[in-house]
């Protein structure tokens, strides 16, 4: 297939989506304008704007796994915004543009798809991923034929991706390359080690060395949860989600605030409102 087809797609759509994508650009650079701009737009900087581009991606994810199609199309707006609003500051250094942006990522595209634009046939789906693999490597400079060192790759995913991610993608690639236990009870008595260590480094009340402890921990955390083929991520994830489920059923059970509630009294409403989740689980999965 050729990207110089006309698209089968009505033209009115498309035409009234370069509209829409125009309309936004020309609100940021109003937003980000010195003659009647807003202050806060103004003041923003690339590096202000990074807790706003990962909150925005986890919202769309959020909104994604729920199902709810409002949610997805009002987050993914939000993940856009702060494209067009990165890209609008850089443009007004001269740094590189949103037109820069679309342009590089579709010709990445196309190299990166030689079984679509080109000539090159595929059968699998590992066919695809060696492909796209080997000219990564040879947009960067480095030979497709030869392995990168394994420090590079993981210094790439703890950059790069959130830190539960990280890990467990850190540890995988460690195993691959033989950094690994022989078996499972390894595994669970470098649980034990790092768990004492851990406790000791809290009497020491050293926090750098706390918190270095306590990452060996969750690390070893992260070991084990491959070992059992388990999503750390997706895990405390679940774990967050019925904790809020819970507050949220002992909100509904007292009748004043919890503050006002002591320990044993919130303990006893805790253990109610697990009670009553256990129930709703269990009429849901009833037949009618």
Known sequence: ?????????????????LEAVQQLIAVVAQLRSPDGGCPWDLAQTPTSLIPYVIEEAYETVDAIQTGDT?????????????VVLQAQIASETRQFSLTEVAQGISEKLIRRHPHVFGDVTVETVDDVHRNW???????????????????????????????????MKISRKAAEAGFEWEAIDGVWAKFQEELAEFKEALAEHDKANQEAELGDLLFTIINLARWYDL??????????QRFIQR???????????????SLEQLEQLWQQAKARLRGQAREAREPD
């Open 1 to 17: 297939m050729s990207i110089s087809e006309p698209s089968s797609e009505p033209l009115e759509p498309q035409a009234a989506m």
């Open 70 to 82: 409002k949610a997805v199309c009002e987050e993914l707006g939000d993940l856009l915004l702060q």
């Open 133 to 167: 693999e080997q000219i990564k490597a040879i947009e960067k400079g480095e030979d497709p034929t030869t392995t990168p060192p394994l420090s590079q790759k993981l210094s790439r995913y703890a950059r790069s991706l959130p830190p539960l991610m990280a890990g």
């Open 231 to 240: 999503d750390p991520s997706a895990a405390l994830q679940g774990t967050n």
């Open 247 to 261: 507050l949220e059923q002992m909100e509904a059970i007292a009748d004043r605030p919890l503050a006002d509630y």
